[in-house]
């Protein structure tokens, strides 16, 4: 046997570039595996969650290691291709393998001293085996959000990591994370009928053996008569127990269990089914599709990445789900990201449908039991194993064991690119690395491809497949431009809604069909201004004037969330004179009930989705009919399927291509091409209102024409001539203070040892568009890299000198981020 390893190199979710050296103590041993978590301390007092990445004998030149205090895991709960895509990830977007340990693990398996417990208040205590558990959490219920250091202290135990884990493992308590809107999934209790007495003769068996119970009879023929599909024979059926204790004892409950006669489970409310038993097999493709597949299958011999570009509605989700029947029949594991939370359910019930049970969801707003859960059930073993994990970004972290694909749909979407913290990966582009890790393939789906993604189509480095027709001859949109100029010119405009659009929704609603009118900012004006003096409200702390939520009567940042009461008069003049700029999403709401009174309006933007389920919810009565008109942001635009829209209000197309951002124009183009997406389903060919003061716009002609190659080259002629990607790779360099004067001193000293070694390729320092963000005044410097340059290289060396420049004095308390590949 082995000898156990007598050090550790431990990962820490510290931004240091570095692997910290522990001592394996005789008792843990052979238990010290790499892949592994373990409880160190850092510093004087504070206990962490590590990652074991190596074990060795070569005493580290350092003094006094200390020991490793615990072993968390009985197998390695990180395989090493998930090491080695996080050292992969750490190099590439310049940061510390310990944030990116940080970003991969749900917060559930990486507790830290000063992680805050709460309960779960829906959790019954007498599930816990253990007394000292119990206790516990008893402890936690009693003094919600200590820390764990705190707990430690008031119950007198050093240390309580590994009790609290095997908390959060009984869903008992979870982790406070301040950034994150944590609402837990809520549970509702459920009966069904048990498997063993599901066919017809037992059933009656069970009922005449009931004769002396009659109450209990009345219950089982109650659930039996709730289970009854509609040919009329009993299957498994959950229902809720609230609907059943309203007319039955709780003794009868528990005797029917008891005889195992039902069976009591919980199940989390959300429209998502849980609970498919019967699948079905994928729709059948069409010629264009099949044709596609052949594509796609020819194409994967190769190359690794496989571009699928097919128009909204061409069926490109059909497609995916046959790729993902046959990675399953190889027993592959497929990873599905999608851009967004919001698009998940549809989603998700497209895809169990097909593959049931076999399907994993992982996103931020699970709780942090159900995010381990799957991840758990990622690795697992190979029956209990998911095949396919629905996600978003985060879940190309996930312990994978033999992936064969990856779609990228919506591969366009900017929220796969995470802004902050580190790491500020892309998990569109991380997912190919992650791919080659395991010799599996990528396919990004889109019909609005990014430009860097179409320029590596035409130059084939992927694979390109298309399709050009929606599926079934629906035709695309007919797509209509009206001049917002010129019927202001008429005094025709009526509130923001030019004639044609107003005439266009009363003939759909009149029709019984449905319309999504698209204005991509939220709240009711931008901003507001008194009229006398020119005065706006502004942020505190941000350099942003506030937008007024007429809603809730007060104006809000939306970079900080500062919310001030709407002033009466002028802070500077006192006149009374204070008028509304612009418009948003609350606007276009209130106006349309004005006009149309009696019309079911309802909206979608990040004001009405905050809580965990009215993204569904306000999708689902969309879907069934409950709403004739659908406002909305952005959130509109990402794949969502509605029979029933027929016509689709672009407001505002000007404000979108304002936007000095590199991307504006490649931007609004998808936004446009995406909204549009959502008009004319099945029967008949849709109809979309762009209303803009300039007509005469390129991009608006593009849209209307459905022209993405036009489009392309336009903005590719573009990028040549002022060096942008794809020509360039660019690293931002963003770097904050509270105070502007240093911040200035120490950006132009970081670009002066910039240029010494990459010349021209630096641009700035210079303040973004927003220049302050929380009381941190920003300043941004540019580095574009040629492609035909070593980026690695370029990377190695702005970290050195990043490193270098940042330990003089003139940098003290000023944070240096960098972001590579910004979006
Ligand atoms: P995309 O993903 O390209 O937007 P979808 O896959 O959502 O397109 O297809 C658009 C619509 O056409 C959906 O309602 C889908 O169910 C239907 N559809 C696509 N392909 C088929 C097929 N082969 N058989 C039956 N219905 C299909
Ligand atoms: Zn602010």
């Given at each position: 046997?082995?000898?156990?390893?007598?050090?550790?190199?431990?990962?820490?979710?510290?931004?240091?570039?570095?692997?910290?050296?522990?001592?394996?103590?005789?008792?843990?041993?052979?238990?010290?595996?790499?892949?592994?978590?373990?409880?160190?301390?850092?510093?004087?007092?504070?206990?962490?969650?590590?990652?074991?990445?190596?074990?060795?004998?070569?005493?580290?030149?350092?003094?006094?290691?200390?020991?490793?205090?615990?072993?968390?895991?009985?197998?390695?709960?990180?395989?090493?291709?998930?090491?080695?895509?996080?050292?992969?990830?750490?190099?590439?977007?310049?940061?510390?393998?310990?944030?990116?340990?940080?970003?991969?693990?749900?917060?559930?398996?990486?507790?830290?001293?000063?992680?805050?417990?709460?309960?779960?208040?829906?959790?019954?205590?007498?599930?816990?085996?253990?007394?000292?558990?119990?206790?516990?959490?008893?402890?936690?219920?009693?003094?919600?959000?200590?820390?764990?250091?705190?707990?430690?202290?008031?119950?007198?135990?050093?240390?309580?990591?590994?009790?609290?884990?095997?908390?959060?493992?009984?869903?008992?308590?979870?982790?406070?994370?301040?950034?994150?809107?944590?609402?837990?999934?809520?549970?509702?209790?459920?009966?069904?009928?048990?498997?063993?007495?599901?066919?017809?003769?037992?059933?009656?068996?069970?009922?005449?053996?009931?004769?002396?119970?009659?109450?209990?009879?009345?219950?089982?023929?109650?659930?039996?008569?709730?289970?009854?599909?509609?040919?009329?024979?009993?299957?498994?059926?959950?229902?809720?127990?609230?609907?059943?204790?309203?007319?039955?004892?709780?003794?009868?409950?528990?005797?029917?269990?008891?005889?195992?006669?039902?069976?009591?489970?919980?199940?989390?409310?959300?429209?998502?089914?849980?609970?498919?038993?019967?699948?079905?097999?994928?729709?059948?493709?069409?010629?264009?599709?099949?044709?596609?597949?052949?594509?796609?299958h020819?194409?994967f011999?190769?190359?690794?990445?496989?571009?699928?570009?097919?128009?909204?509605?061409?069926?490109?989700?059909?497609?995916?789900?046959h790729l993902i029947q046959e990675m399953i029949l190889q027993n592959k594991q497929v990873?599905?990201?999608?851009?967004?939370?919001?698009?998940?359910?549809?989603?998700?019930?497209?895809?169990?449908?097909?593959?049931?049970?076999q399907?994993?969801?992982?996103?931020?707003?699970?709780?942090?039991?159900?995010?381990?859960?799957?991840?758990?059930?990622?690795?697992?073993?190979a029956?209990?194993r998911?095949k396919i994990?629905?996600?978003?970004?985060?879940?190309?972290?996930?312990?994978?064991t033999n992936l064969g694909l990856?779609?990228?749909?919506?591969?366009?979407?900017?929220?796969?690119?995470?802004?902050?913290?580190?790491?500020?990966?892309?998990?569109?582009?991380?997912?190919?690395?992650?791919?080659?890790?395991h010799g599996a393939k990528?396919?990004?789906?889109?019909?609005?491809?990014?430009?860097?993604?179409?320029?590596?189509?035409?130059?084939?480095?992927?694979?390109?497949?298309?399709?050009?027709?929606?599926?079934?001859?629906?035709?695309?949109?007919?797509?209509?431009?009206?001049?917002?100029?010129?019927?202001?010119?008429?005094?025709?405009?009526?509130?923001?809604?030019?004639?044609?659009?107003?005439?266009?929704?009363?003939?759909?609603?009149?029709?019984?069909?449905?319309?999504?009118?698209?204005?991509?900012?939220?709240?009711?004006?931008?901003?507001?201004?008194?009229?006398?003096?020119?005065?706006?409200?502004?942020?505190?702390?941000?350099?942003?004037?506030?937008?007024?939520?007429?809603?809730?009567?007060?104006?809000?940042?939306?970079?900080?969330?500062?919310?001030?009461?709407?002033?009466?008069?002028?802070?500077?003049?006192?006149?009374?004179?204070?008028?509304?700029?612009?418009?948003?999403?609350?606007?276009?709401?209130?106006?349309?009930?004005?006009?149309?009174?009696?019309?079911?309006?309802?909206?979608?933007?990040?004001?009405?989705?905050?809580?965990?389920?009215?993204?569904?919810?306000?999708?689902?009565?969309?879907?069934?009919?409950?709403?004739?008109?659908?406002?909305?942001?952005?959130?509109?635009?990402?794949?969502?399927?509605?029979?029933?829209?027929?016509?689709?209000?672009?407001?505002?197309?000007?404000?979108?291509?304002?936007?000095?951002?590199?991307?504006?124009?490649?931007?609004?183009?998808?936004?446009?091409?995406?909204?549009?997406?959502?008009?004319?389903?099945?029967?008949?060919?849709?109809?979309?209102?762009?209303?803009?003061?300039?007509?005469?716009?390129?991009?608006?002609?593009?849209?209307?024409?459905?022209?993405?190659?036009?489009?392309?080259?336009?903005?590719?002629?573009?990028?040549?001539?002022?060096?942008?990607?794809?020509?360039?790779?660019?690293?931002?360099?963003?770097?904050?203070?509270?105070?502007?004067?240093?911040?200035?001193?120490?950006?132009?000293?970081?670009?002066?040892?910039?240029?010494?070694?990459?010349?021209?390729?630096?641009?700035?320092?210079?303040?973004?568009?927003?220049?302050?963000?929380?009381?941190?005044?920003?300043?941004?410097?540019?580095?574009?890299?040629?492609?035909?340059?070593?980026?690695?290289?370029?990377?190695?060396?702005?970290?050195?000198?990043?490193?270098?420049?940042?330990?003089?004095?003139?940098?003290?308390?000023?944070?240096?981020?960098?972001?590579?590949?910004?979006?």
């Amino acid at each position: 046997m082995d000898s156990p390893a007598l050090f550790a190199e431990v990962i820490l979710p510290f931004p240091i570039n570095q692997v910290f050296s522990y001592a394996i103590p005789e008792n843990l041993g052979l238990s010290v595996q790499p892949g592994k978590r373990v409880i160190v301390q850092f510093g004087a007092r504070k206990l962490y969650t590590g990652l074991v990445r190596r074990t060795h004998s070569l005493s580290p030149e350092i003094k006094e290691l200390k020991d490793i205090l615990e072993v968390l895991d009985e197998a390695a709960l990180v395989n090493e291709l998930q090491m080695k895509f996080w050292e992969w990830m750490a190099g590439y977007y310049m940061c510390a393998t310990g944030e990116v340990f940080k970003a991969a693990l749900p917060a559930g398996l990486k507790l830290e001293s000063e992680s805050r417990i709460l309960p779960n208040d829906d959790f019954n205590a007498s599930e816990i085996k253990k007394e000292q558990l119990e206790a516990l959490f008893y402890t936690i219920q009693n003094n919600p959000g200590l820390s764990i250091q705190e707990l430690s202290k008031l119950s007198g135990k050093a240390s309580l990591l590994s009790d609290i884990r095997k908390l959060i493992d009984y869903d008992a308590v979870f982790v406070e994370e301040k950034l994150r809107e944590t609402l837990r999934i809520k549970k509702e209790k459920i009966i069904s009928l048990a498997n063993n007495i599901l066919r017809e003769e037992d059933l009656q068996n069970s009922l005449n053996k009931l004769a002396t119970a009659p109450k209990q009879q009345q219950l089982l023929t109650e659930i039996i008569s709730r289970s009854l599909d509609p040919e009329g024979n009993p299957r498994k059926t959950n229902i809720p127990l609230a609907e059943i204790t309203a007319n039955h004892s709780h003794a009868s409950i528990k005797a029917l269990a008891d005889k195992e006669l039902i069976e009591k489970s919980e199940r989390s409310i959300s429209s998502i089914d849980e609970n498919v038993t019967e699948t079905v097999m994928p729709a059948e493709l069409n010629p264009a599709q099949v044709a596609a597949m052949d594509l796609i299958h020819s194409g994967f011999q190769e190359k690794d990445v496989i571009l699928l570009h097919g128009v909204t509605s061409s069926g490109k989700t059909e497609i995916y789900i046959h790729l993902i029947q046959e990675m399953i029949l190889q027993n592959k594991q497929v990873l599905y990201l999608l851009p967004e939370i919001a698009l998940t359910s549809q989603i998700v019930n497209r895809l169990r449908r097909v593959f049931g049970d076999q399907v994993g969801i992982y996103h931020s707003r699970f709780s942090d039991g159900e995010r381990v859960e799957v991840y758990r059930r990622t690795a697992g073993n190979a029956e209990n194993r998911y095949k396919i994990i629905l996600g978003v970004r985060s879940a190309i972290f996930l312990p994978f064991t033999n992936l064969g694909l990856i779609i990228v749909d919506e591969e366009h979407e900017n929220t796969y690119k995470q802004f902050d913290p580190a790491p500020r990966y892309n998990a569109r582009d991380s997912s190919m690395v992650l791919a080659a890790l395991h010799g599996a393939k990528v396919l990004l789906g889109t019909a609005t491809p990014c430009i860097e993604t179409y320029a590596n189509a035409l130059s084939g480095k992927y694979g390109h497949v298309s399709l050009t027709q929606r599926y079934n001859k629906v035709l695309m949109p007919d797509i209509r431009i009206s001049d917002i100029r010129d019927a202001r010119k008429k005094k025709a405009m009526k509130s923001v809604f030019t004639p044609s659009l107003i005439d266009a929704i009363y003939e759909t609603v009149a029709a019984g069909k449905q319309v999504i009118l698209f204005q991509n900012r939220r709240g009711f004006s931008s901003y507001v201004m008194d009229e006398t003096c020119g005065w706006i409200p502004k942020c505190k702390i941000c350099d942003v004037s506030l937008t007024y939520h007429k809603f809730r009567n007060t104006l809000e940042c939306h970079y900080c969330g500062y919310t001030r009461k709407v002033p009466q008069s002028c802070e500077e003049c006192g006149s009374t004179r204070i008028t509304n700029k612009g418009f948003g999403t609350e606007l276009v709401e209130d106006d349309i009930a004005l006009l149309f009174p009696g019309i079911r309006v309802a909206r979608l933007d990040l004001d009405t989705s905050r809580t965990r389920n009215s993204y569904e919810t306000i999708l689902e009565s969309f879907g069934k009919g409950e709403v004739d008109i659908l406002v909305g942001t952005q959130m509109l635009s990402k794949g969502l399927d509605f029979e029933n829209v027929a016509l689709v209000g672009i407001l505002d197309a000007d404000q979108m291509l304002n936007f000095p951002d590199f991307r504006a124009f490649e931007r609004s183009y998808q936004l446009m091409a995406q909204v549009s997406g959502r008009a004319g389903r099945k029967d008949k060919q849709g109809k979309v209102i762009i209303q803009t003061t300039d007509p005469g716009l390129a991009l608006i002609h593009y849209v209307k024409a459905n022209d993405y190659e036009s489009m392309f080259r336009d903005q590719i002629a573009e990028r040549q001539i002022f060096n942008y990607p794809p020509f360039v790779r660019m690293i931002r360099i963003t770097l904050k203070h509270k105070e502007f004067a240093p911040l200035q001193i120490a950006a132009n000293a970081l670009a002066d040892e910039m240029r010494i070694v990459f010349g021209k390729r630096v641009l700035g320092p210079q303040q973004p568009l927003v220049g302050r963000i929380s009381n941190y005044y920003l300043l941004n410097i540019l580095l574009k890299v040629e492609k035909k340059s070593s980026f690695e290289k370029a990377r190695k060396l702005l970290s050195d000198i990043i490193r270098k420049t940042s330990n003089s004095d003139i940098f003290n308390s000023v944070r240096v981020l960098a972001d590579v590949d910004p979006y």
